[in-house]
Nanobody
């Protein structure tokens, strides 16, 4: 039900924009966000946005470089990633309906398939 796209290969310092199609009928009132998982590491929180779009939250590692937004009319959530670093290389997952206070993968109720982001040095 959640479909993420927009990943790819980019050089350090470059930008990518991820999109997640999230049908409004199902996800319009949920917290939406992005998690990522690098090889050999646990899935970690990246960014979140409330259904109103007025409140956003970011992990310290991406704050100031990534921007999350949503278009409820189109049922889409975006993650604009700027100033990418090799450490950002991971599979990125769109997520819906989770505990923003916990920021844990275990609290997520809906996952999309991941999209690979690779940042070369």
């Amino acid at each position: 039900q959640l479909q993420a796209c927009g990943g790819g290969l980019v050089q350090a310092g470059g930008s990518l924009r991820l999109s997640c199609i999230a049908p409004v009928r199902t996800f319009g009132r949920f917290v939406m966000g992005w998690f990522r998982q690098a090889p050999g590491k646990e899935r970690e929180f990246v960014a979140a946005i409330l259904w109103s779009g007025l409140i956003t939250d970011y992990s310290d590692s991406v704050k100031g470089r990534f921007t999350i937004s949503r278009d409820n009319d189109k049922g889409t959530v975006f993650l604009q990633m700027n100033s990418l670093e090799p450490e950002d290389t991971a599979v990125y997952y769109c997520a819906a309906d989770f505990d923003l206070g916990k920021r844990t993968a275990g609290s997520v109720n809906y996952w999309g398939k991941g999209t690979q982001v690779t940042v070369s040095s």
